[in-house]
C-alpha cells in the first residue's frame, strides 16, 4: 500500500485520486487538523474508489508505529504539515513540532521495514526565498528561510537527505512545489480553504462567489512587467501527477541511499493581474479588486526551471492556466456554503 499522509489536504487529495486511478493501493493517515472528513467522499466519488482512512496524528510515534504492523507500506508520500506562511510566524514552535516530528517518526519506522520504502517528501519552493537567478533550477542557493513554515521545509528536507545517506531502503525525493491551483476535473475534490483564504486563486474564487467583497492585490510597484508580483502557477492535477512520476522512478531505479529534489512548476512566470484577467476571461464575469500595500515576505518572482523534473522523471506540467483557473471556478461554483 501507498501511505499518503495528509491525504485528505488540497494537494493530498489530488495526488489520492491519481494513485486509486493508476490502481495502487492507498492508506491515508490524516488528524483533520486542517481538512475535513467530507473531502474523503469527494475522493471516492472522483476516483470511483476507496482509500482506507486512518484518523490519527502522526507526531504520536506509538500510533505511527502501530501503523507499520498493521499495513504493508511499500511507499510513502508525506503531505502531512501545515503550511500558512504568516500563521508559522505567530506559531513558530507549533509548526516545527507538527511539520517535524511526524516526519522523524515515519523515517525511524520506514528504515524498520524489511523492503524498499520509496519516500516522497512535500517541499516548496518557498526554500529559495528571492532567488539570484530566474527561471529557479535546483541549484539555486538555498536561503535564509523567511519564515518558520519555510524553515521547516528546509529542514525536512535535511533530514530525509541524511536518513537516506545512512539508511539503504528509503531512496527519497523532495519535490519543490510552486504555486499549486485549480481543482479535479471532476469538481468532486478542490482547494478548502478554512477560514479567511491566503493565497490568490481561492480568494478570487471566493470573491467572484461574492463571499469577499473584492480582492486586493499586495502591491502593484514591484519591478515587473505590471508592476505585480509574479508567480508559477501549476494545475495541481499536473503536481499530482509528478508525485505518481517520482515514485515510479524510484521502485524503478531501485537504487539504495537515492536522494534528489525536484522543482514541480510549469516554467512561465503569471503576475497578480495577469492571473486577474484570465479568471475574468475563463468566467466571463469581472473581478472588484483593490490595489493595496505590499504583503511582508512576498517575494517579486518565482518561476521554475523544469528541464530535470522534465528528463530524469518523465514528467511535464500540460495543463494552462486558463483550465486551472476553469476547474477553480467550477469547484467554488459547486461548494455549499
Ligand atoms: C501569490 C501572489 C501575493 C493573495 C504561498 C506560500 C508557498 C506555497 C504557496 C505552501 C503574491 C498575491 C495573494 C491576495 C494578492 N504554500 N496575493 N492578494 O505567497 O506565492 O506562496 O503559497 O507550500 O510556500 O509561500 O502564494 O497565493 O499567497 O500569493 O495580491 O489576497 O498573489 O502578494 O504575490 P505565495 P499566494
Redesign the pocket.
Same mark, same amino acid.
Given at each position: 500500500m501507498i501511505l499518503v499522509t495528509g491525504g485528505l489536504g488540497f494537494i493530498g487529495a489530488h495526488t489520492v485520486v491519481a494513485l486509486l486511478d493508476k490502481n495502487h493501493k492507498v492508506l491515508i493517515v490524516d488528524d483533520l487538523s486542517n481538512s475535513s472528513i467530507s473531502v474523503l467522499a469527494g475522493i471516492v466519488s472522483a476516483s470511483g474508489k476507496s482509500p482506507v482512512f486512518e484518523q490519527f496524528d502522526l507526531k504520536n510515534k506509538q500510533k505511527t508505529e502501530q501503523l507499520f504492523r498493521d499495513y504493508t507500506i511499500d511507499g510513502i508520500i508525506h503531505f502531512a504539515a501545515y *503550511?500558512?506562511?504568516g500563521e508559522s510566524t505567530e506559531k513558530p514552535l507549533d509548526y516545527y513540532e507538527n511539520n517535524i516530528t511526524p516526519l522523524i517518526n515515519l523515517l525511524l519506522c520506514a528504515k524498520e521495514q524489511p523492503g524498499h520504502i520509496p519516500f516522497i517528501f $512535500? $517541499? =516548496?519552493? +518557498?526554500v529559495y526565498g528571492e532567488a539570484n537567478t530566474l527561471p529557479i533550477s535546483e541549484n539555486e542557493p538555498i536561503k535564509m528561510a523567511m519564515?518558520p513554515?519555510?524553515n521547516t *521545509?528546509q529542514i525536512g528536507e535535511e533530514i530525509v537527505r541524511d536518513a537516506t545517506n545512512v539508511y539503504a531502503n528509503i531512496p527519497s525525493i523532495s519535490l519543490r512545489? /510552486?504555486?499549486?491551483?485549480g481543482a479535479h476535473s471532476s469538481a468532486k475534490i478542490g482547494e478548502l480553504p478554512l477560514g479567511v483564504?491566503?493565497?490568490? &486563486?481561492? /480568494?478570487?474564487t471566493q470573491t467572484a462567489a461574492g463571499i469577499r467583497e473584492s480582492? +486586493?492585490? /499586495? !502591491?502593484n510597484d514591484?519591478p515587473t512587467h505590471d508592476g +505585480?508580483?509574479?508567480?508559477d502557477?501549476i494545475h495541481v492535477e499536473d503536481l499530482a501527477q509528478a508525485h505518481i512520476a517520482a515514485l515510479e522512478f524510484i521502485q524503478q531505479s531501485n537504487q539504495p541511499h537515492f536522494y534528489d529534489v525536484f522543482n514541480l512548476g510549469t516554467g512561465k512566470g503569471q =503576475?497578480?493581474l495577469d492571473?486577474i484577467h484570465a479568471f475574468e476571461r475563463v468566467s466571463g464575469q469581472s473581478l472588484p479588486?483593490v490595489i !493595496?500595500k505590499?504583503?511582508k515576505?512576498? &517575494?517579486v518572482a518565482?518561476y521554475a526551471e523544469t528541464t530535470k523534473a522534465e528528463k530524469m522523471l518523465d514528467w511535464k506540467a500540460t495543463r494552462t492556466i486558463d483550465e486551472a483557473l476553469y476547474s477553480a471556478w467550477k469547484w467554488e461554483q459547486q461548494l455549499k456554503r
Open positions: *503550511k500558512a506562511v $512535500s $517541499s =516548496s519552493c +518557498t519564515s513554515y519555510g *521545509k512545489y /510552486f504555486n499549486p491551483i483564504p491566503q493565497n490568490l &486563486v481561492p /480568494f478570487i480582492l +486586493t492585490v /499586495f !502591491g514591484y +505585480t508580483c509574479i508567480r502557477y =503576475s497578480v492571473i479588486y !493595496g505590499r504583503r515576505g512576498d &517575494v518565482a
